[in-house]
């Protein structure tokens, strides 16, 4: 998950942990009947106005990122499959320079012909 999502959804799941925690508490002073239970319970409406903002966001950051630095994905076998071939590309272009400036093709130019 990229960070700005990330950062998003941690946000969202601690304004809905307080809702849920203000939520309980309303309800437990409703059934006390403390003079506290409106205040809390016009709280818990806006908690919960709030953290349905808040998860729309984790959606909209997601949409925004995904169209913004696309798709992020496990690398698939399309991928995989262009990866082994630059592999073998560059290991067949290290044994071509390799073994075109080898000793033995060295001695054969120059002539030295006395070990072979």
Do not use: H, Y
Not at 44 to 64: E, K, P
Not at 78 to 94: F, G, L, Y
């Amino acid at each position: 998950m990229p960070d700005a999502v990330r950062t998003s959804a941690v946000r969202a799941v601690l304004i809905m942990s307080l809702t849920l925690i203000q939520a309980m508490v309303a309800f437990l002073c409703t059934l006390t009947g403390s003079w506290l239970a409106f205040p809390m319970v016009l709280g818990g409406v806006a908690g919960t106005v709030v953290a349905t903002w808040s998860v729309l966001d984790v959606w909209v950051t997601r949409q925004v990122w995904n169209q913004r630095n696309g798709v992020v994905s496990v690398p698939s076998s399309t991928a995989r499959r262009m990866r082994r071939e630059r592999r073998r590309a560059r290991r067949s272009a290290r044994t071509a320079e390799r073994d075109g400036t080898g000793i033995r093709q060295r001695r054969e130019k120059s002539g030295d012909l006395s070990r072979a």
